[in-house]
Structure formats: C-alpha cells, structure tokens
C-alpha cells in the first residue's frame, strides 16, 4: 500500500516537471539538433558544389578510369604501360603505396621494440644512445629527414658500375639496392628507411611505457622463481604489457600509412603521385579526391581492424 502510494506521488511529480526542466528531453533534443546541424552542413556544401559545377560546366562521373593513362610510371610491381587504363595507374600507386607500409610496419616493429628494450637497459652506454636517437629522431620533421635519407645518402652512393658490394649479394648504388634478383630504387629505399626510422622512435617509446606499467612486483616474483631475464621478459613481462602497448601502437601504424603521402617530395610513385598526375590530365578533381580519400580510409580501417582482433587476442579474459 505504502510502495503504491510512493509509485504515485513520483508518478505525479515527474507529470508535473516542466518540459523544459525535463532532463531527458534535453538529451534527446540535443541529439536531434546535432543530426539537423550535420545534415544542413553537408546539404549545404553539396549544393555549393552542384551549384559551381553548373557554372562551370562540370559533370561528374568515373568514366574516365577506362581511358588511356597516357603516362608512364618509374616503379612498378604489377604489369603497367602508357597505354594501360587509369584504373590500372591507380593500382600501381595503391601497391607501391601497400608495399612500403606493410615493410615498414614489420622493419619499424622490430627496430622500435629493441629500442624501447635499449632505453630501460641496465647498460649505461646502451641506454644513453637509445635515448639520444629517440629525442633526435621523434623532434625532427619527417619531411626532412626523408630529404636527409634520399639527398644525403642514397644519392651519394656510388655509380651503379662503381657499387658497394655486401655479403656477395647486397649491391649499393645511386640506383638504388639489389639483393640478389631484387632491385630496390634509390626513392623506395629513402622513403622505407625515413619511415621505419621515424616511426621505430615512437614505437619505442610506447614498448618502454608497456613493460614500466607492469608492476614490480610481478619481476621479482619471476626473479624468485629462478627465471632468467630473457625468459622473464618472454614469458611473464611482456605479455603483460602488450595490453598497454597494442592501442597506441595502432595509432604508430595509422601514422605511418598516413606519412607515406610524403613519397612524393623524393619523386616515390605512391597513390598520392599517382592520383595528383591523375586529376591534373583528367580535371576530374572531386571524383580523385574520393578515390584518394577512400583508398587511405580502406588501407587505415583495415590496418586498426586488423590491430583490434590482436588487441583482443591478448587481452585477459575472465571466467
């Protein structure tokens, strides 16, 4: 009887709030509005652009990726001529583009993880020149040290009959690489070092944080045990500490797919190079951009989509 009473008073008493003070419709309303706001910005930009495209005469369409390229690429993976579609420029740029990233994912890894092992080293030396190469490299503009890598270095080496030779099957030159059958150019080389030693000094940083955040008293449970450091680090530390690891090391890798548009300061034929070339002979520079656009969101929803299911895999799962 009591509870029923209780039941009704509040029953009133919500009837009785003003809408206005009503909390709840305030969030609904606040939603709405934001929906409303989105939609008037991009209704009104469409027609901004519909507008001065009939001004100008434009019409949009991607009929233009069955037409002859009509330009030539310097590096390729798949086969590609002047007379090929554009469709098929475009693939080039995109695997160029995929090559470079998923190397320098795996090279940047490895470097960033012995670093990051380097900086919390007990070794003095050790430890002072993997802090010197992270605060030289992460304050220093990418942009230049690509420059540093291609005019500096690789274009310095000697002439390809002059060449560097290492192990037998390592040949350097201003050409490039050559291991073996494979030949590697000057511009991919410049472009694969500058990322993998950019990205490598944040990596780094982020596997040192990782293996600081696992408490100490779980080294000194694995020293009492008799396990020895190697196999401590292995077995018991850095699982641990893949947890705090993976989510910013997916933001390192987002980065790196992003950074790789600056291939096209050293001449490197990635997407972006090749789109540019793209919209400047056709004049189709909406229809670009959205392929330029939705080429990187691809690459990048695939590269976090892949890092979530690893995040996943190491997490602790609880009964």
Known sequence: MERQRTEDIGQKTKDKTPLWRDERFWRIAGQVLAVLLVVITVGILLDNLIFNSEQQGLQYGFDFLGEQASFDIGE??????PLSPYSQALLVGITNTLRVIVIGIILASIAGMIVGFSVISDNWLLRQLA????????NTPLLLQLFFWYFAVFLTLPV????????GFISLSNRGVE??????SSEFCALLVGLTVYTAAFIAEIVRAGIQSVPRGQWEAAKALGIKPFLML???VFPQALRVIIPPLTSEYLNLAKNSSLAIAIAYPDIYSVYST????TGRSVEVIVLLMG???VIDLLIAGVMNLFNSSVQIKER
């Open 234 to 236: 292995r077995l018991v």
């Open 76 to 81: 390729t993976t798949i086969p590609y001529s």
């Open 160 to 167: 390809q009959e002059n060449s560097i030779s290492l192990l």
């Open 278 to 281: 793209t919209l400047n002979q």
């Open 179 to 184: 291991l073996g059958s494979i030949r590697l």
């Open 131 to 138: 802090i010197i190469y992270v605060e030289t490299i992460r």
């Open 295 to 297: 080429t990187y969101l």
